[in-house]
């Protein structure tokens, strides 16, 4: 197998970094908490795009694996997450990250 | 086997139990504990006495060994001859009576138990001082009895004077022991053992001047704990503890562990003729300058404590002159009459209700008389009237010294006369003319007097008990000759010392003369006390405070540990600003060294 004519891998790895540039920026200047969480999920989807991409080009199956357990990881946060988000929500009336700083002092 | 062991092992027990649960135990129980204990150590001592046919030969019992280090090796092993033999029934007999007395004596004291656990404590650590096969076994006892002795001194430590009494005796004792350290030290050095009857066997083919350093510094051991010039201010003041500890452990007992230490080594001293003179000489100056000052104390137990220290004084001349047997014999009948005369003086200070100055005291004799004719008895032992104690014990040293220089033995007659003087001067003022004091005296229980009386007769007879003989295998006897003259001089000079007590102190009361200037400085113990405080004491504590405390401790010491805390302080408040608790900022972070790392790797390479 040979990558898909006209598109090199370069693109692929670029896409990806971008994506993850888009994610950082997302998590650190949003305020609403599920705009952050998608942000999140931006990330880890970008880096699976990494290691699908290098799994391809190697011809390795690992990095299919790990895509696989980055997925589980991501379903399982967002089951969590949006629990999480929800309760804050029902407990505090507000979803803007800022207002949500009990950990601070 | 004799289980020697057992000897010091079951004071030791008594301790445990009554340092325990003591408090918790009935005063009969406490009391009884004690007094088994050390009544069984006596059993046991005389079992063995008569196992082994009176010590014929000694007995040595090794039980396991402490120190291994190459070629030298320290074991627990005791060992008994006739000198242990003869300390051992002092210190358990004596230690049993005065522990009956005891009984009698601290009976309304709010800290019984604990008293008689001390009590205890003290008789294990001496019967292991006596028994030790080595020195650094004995060394333990040693330190034992320091201890024991701190603790009874400032047994009433809610007395400033008692806890002061205390700390003098024991940092006093100090003095001493490193003395005794040092020496340990050079005779593991010129031995390789420190065990006792190996060295004193090699002793003869070691170089004079070496033994000479060992012997001296034992001296200064000895002298600390025997209480001897310059060594000796400590021994007044523990007057402070109660008097049954008086009586046991500063007049019987531990104060003679020097004599016993010296006597035990006698081979080394018999090898230094220097090191014997000196001892001589402390001894002799010692006699004579505590006899002149306790013949004007006013306070009974310090004119018998000064009287210890002249006393233990006669026995250094005794060792010094090479009459070990005669020193050995006058410290077991000074143990008799002294701890009789302490006894007797507790007896009088219980009956005047704490009362200890004999000018508030006086025609005791007909409320007690059973205090008065034992402590009689003791007086005219220590004044060396014959048949009592004293008298054979006394000229047994003086005779030895008129043998080794002539001068000697007239200091020591000087110093009987004293004696004698001074504690009948005590006698007279505490049981002839008025009573002057405003307590209501009364005789003392039985527990007190039934000691009291068998103290008696040991010092009226004690002398009969013919110690040099005993020790004749251990002691060679020198030339003894019994000079009638010599015995007839000391004789005197006791009874011109009762005489001019007797015409000074009986009868109508002395008139107060204004006192000159000699009697000012022997009332004032010749300032010893006082030369001390500005020579040594003083200026320590003047340095500790200016340099130890406020230089050394509050600048140096106190500034590192103050400024490393400081410095960790402000580390930690700059890395506080990191843990602001919000977590964008924490992601921030993490990106701007995500952001670095990969910078580093990319402009030096590393990730290809």
Redesign the interface.
């Known amino acids: 197998m040979s990558a898909p004519a006209g598109v090199p891998l370069t693109w692929f790895l670029v896409l990806s970094a971008v994506l993850f540039s888009l994610g950082?920026a997302g998590?650190?200047l949003r305020r609403n908490i599920i705009t952050v969480f998608m942000s999140i999920e931006l990330m880890l989807n970008a880096v699976n795009l990494t290691f699908i991409t290098f799994s391809y080009q190697l011809k390795s199956n690992s990095g299919h694996l790990f895509a696989f357990f980055v997925m589980v990881v991501a379903a399982a946060e967002a089951a969590v997450g949006l629990a999480i988000i929800l309760t804050v929500y029902k407990n505090r009336g507000t979803l803007n990250?800022d207002e949500v700083?009990s950990?601070?002092? | 086997m004799q289980n020697l062991w057992l000897i010091p092992a079951f004071p030791l027990a008594g301790f445990l139990i009554n340092g325990t649960i003591g408090r918790k135990l009935p005063k009969f129980a406490v009391a009884f504990i004690a007094i088994f204990c050390v009544m069984f150590s006596f059993a046991w001592t005389l079992k063995v006495y008569a196992a082994t046919q009176s010590f014929i030969t000694p007995v040595t019992e090794h039980y396991f060994t402490w120190i291994q280090s190459g070629q030298f090796r320290v074991g627990w092993d005791f060992t008994a001859d006739r000198l242990t033999a003869v300390m051992l029934f002092v210190v358990t007999g004596i230690g049993s009576l005065i522990h009956i007395y005891s009984r009698g004596y601290m009976d309304h004291d709010e800290s019984f138990a604990r008293f008689f656990a001390y009590m205890n404590l003290f008789m294990a650590f001496m019967l292991t001082l006596v028994l030790a096969a080595n020195y650094l076994l004995l060394f333990i006892g040693w330190e034992g009895v320091g201890l024991s002795s701190y603790l009874l001194i400032g047994f009433w430590y809610k007395k400033k004077s008692a806890t002061d009494a205390g700390n003098k005796a024991f940092i006093v004792n100090r003095i001493g022991d490193f003395g005794f350290m040092l020496a340990m030290l050079l005779i593991v050095i010129n031995f390789g053992t420190l065990d006792i009857a190996t060295v004193t066997a090699a002793a003869p083919g070691k170089a004079a001047v070496t033994l000479t350093a060992i012997c001296l510094l034992l001296l200064v051991g000895a002298c600390g704990k025997s209480a001897q010039f310059p060594l000796y201010v400590w021994l007044p003041d523990a007057m402070e503890g109660p008097t049954p500890v008086s009586a046991l452990i500063h007049a019987a007992t531990m104060v003679t562990a020097g004599i016993y230490v010296i006597a035990r080594s006698s081979n080394l001293f018999s090898h230094s003729a220097t090191a014997s003179e000196v001892v001589a000489y402390v001894g002799l100056f010692t006699a004579i300058f505590a006899a002149s000052i306790g013949l004007l104390q006013n306070d009974i137990k310090k004119i018998f404590a000064y009287s210890t220290v002249s006393q233990l004084g006669y026995m250094f001349v005794g060792l010094g002159v090479g009459a070990y047997s005669a020193s050995v014999y006058h410290l077991m009948t000074h143990a008799f009459f002294k701890a009789l005369l302490f006894l007797g003086a507790g007896s009088v200070i219980h009956a005047c209700s704490g009362e200890q100055d004999i000018r508030r005291m006086g025609g005791l004799r007909g409320k007690l008389p059973i205090t008065f004719a034992t402590i009689l008895c003791a007086g005219l032992a220590i004044s060396g009237i014959p048949p009592f104690s004293g008298f054979f014990s006394k000229d047994a040293i003086l005779i030895a010294a008129y043998h080794h220089a002539p001068w000697m033995f007239w200091i020591g007659v000087v110093t009987a006369g004293m004696t004698a003087f001074y504690v009948f001067r005590a006698i007279f003022v505490t049981f002839f003319g008025t009573y002057r004091g405003d307590a209501h005296p009364h005789e003392s229980p039985l527990t007190m007097t039934v000691p009291l009386v068998i103290l008696g007769i040991l010092s009226a007879v004690g002398g009969f008990i013919a110690i040099p003989k005993y020790l004749d295998p251990i002691f060679p006897a020198g030339e003894e000759g019994h000079a009638m003259g010599l015995v007839v001089v000391s004789v005197a000079a006791g009874i011109i010392g009762i005489l001019i007590a007797g015409v000074m102190y009986l009868g109508r009361p002395r008139k107060e003369s204004a006192p000159g200037p000699l009697y000012n400085l022997v009332y004032h113990k010749y300032y010893v006390d006082e030369a001390y405080n500005a020579a040594i004491v003083h200026p320590l504590i003047v340095t500790s405070r200016s340099v130890l405390w406020k230089l050394v401790d509050n600048a140096i010491i106190d500034g590192m540990v103050d400024g490393a805390a400081a410095q960790t302080r402000n580390a930690g408040n700059l890395l506080r600003k990191l843990q602001s608790g919000s977590i964008r900022s924490y992601a921030a972070w993490i990106v701007v060294g995500s952001v670095v790392l990969i910078l580093a790797m990319g402009l030096t390479g590393a990730g290809r």
């Open positions: 950082i998590f650190l990250i700083e950990l601070k002092n």
